[in-house]
C-alpha cells in the first residue's frame, strides 16, 4: 500500500491548504487528514471527492493521550486557532497587538465540543500497522505540536521530513496549557535524530513560529 507513494500526515488540516493540492497534482500522494471539527472535515470530503481513494479524513485531535476532551471551536470563520487548549487572555492582550473590539473577539471560542482524542501510536497500531514511511509530517494543532510528536511513540523514526508550529515563549503563547515552546520543540526533534533547518515567523509579531527539520540518522 505504501511502496511507491510519498506519504503525508496533515495534523490539525484546517481547509487543506497544504494537503488539498498535493494530493490533487500527484497520483503518487496519499495523506492522512487529521482534523476534529466537523465543519472543516465534512470540507475535507468534499474537496477530495475525486481523490478520495489517497485522501484520508480522520475527525480526530491528536495529544500524547487516549480518550475524549474539549475542543473549542474559534470565533472567526476561517477557524484557524481551533484548539484543544483554551486561550491565553493575558498573552492575547499584552503580547498579540490586538486592540479592537472585533479583533479580541476573535481571540476566544464562540463554543466547544467532545471529540475523540488519540496519540498517534495507538491511531497508527490500529489504523496502519503496516506503514512503514512518512515522507512528510506537517503539524499544526494550536498548542498541542510536542506532546503530538511525544505520543508518536517509536513511530516518531518513521519521518523523513516535517514542519510544527510552536510558540515563542512562555509569556506569548496564545493557550493556557500549551508548552509547545520552540527551544523544547528543537531540543526533542534533535534527540530523536532529526537536524532542524529552519525557524520561521507565524506571524509578524513572530509569537509563533514554524520548525522546518528532517530526518538523519
Not at 494550536?142 to 516518531?156: A, H, P, T
Not at 529552519?198 to 528532517?214: A, C, K, P, R, T
Amino acid at each position: 500500500m505504501f511502496e511507491n507513494n510519498y506519504v503525508l500526515f496533515d495534523v490539525g488540516t484546517n481547509w487543506g491548504e497544504d494537503s488539498l493540492p498535493k494530493c490533487a497534482n500527484d497520483p503518487n500522494v496519499l495523506v492522512w487528514a487529521f482534523e476534529p471539527t466537523p465543519q472543516l472535515a465534512d470540507h475535507l470530503r468534499r474537496a477530495s471527492t475525486n481523490f478520495s481513494d489517497r485522501y484520508t479524513v480522520v475527525p480526530v485531535a491528536l495529544e500524547n493521550f487516549d480518550g475524549e476532551a474539549e475542543f473549542h471551536i474559534q470565533n472567526n470563520p476561517g477557524m484557524g486557532q481551533n484548539s484543544l487548549n483554551t486561550y491565553n487572555q493575558d498573552a492575547v492582550n499584552n503580547h498579540w497587538d490586538r486592540r479592537t473590539p472585533e479583533q479580541l473577539f476573535e481571540f476566544s471560542s464562540s463554543s466547544s465540543i467532545k471529540v475523540p482524542v488519540f496519540k498517534l501510536e495507538t491511531w497508527i497500531n490500529a489504523n496502519l500497522p503496516g506503514l512503514d514511511h512518512i515522507d512528510h509530517f506537517h503539524c499544526d494543532t494550536q498548542g498541542s505540536d510536542l506532546r503530538v510528536l511525544m505520543g508518536m511513540g517509536d513511530y516518531i523514526n518513521l519521518i523523513r521530513s516535517g514542519k510544527v508550529e510552536c510558540a515563542r515563549d512562555k509569556e506569548s503563547r496564545l493557550y493556557n496549557e500549551s508548552t509547545n515552546f520552540v527551544d523544547d520543540v528543537c531540543d526533542f526533534l534533535e534527540s530523536k535524530g532529526f537536524k532542524i533547518n529552519d525557524i520561521q515567523s507565524n506571524d509578524y509579531l513572530g509569537n509563533e513560529l514554524n520548525v522546518y527539520f528532517e530526518k538523519i540518522k
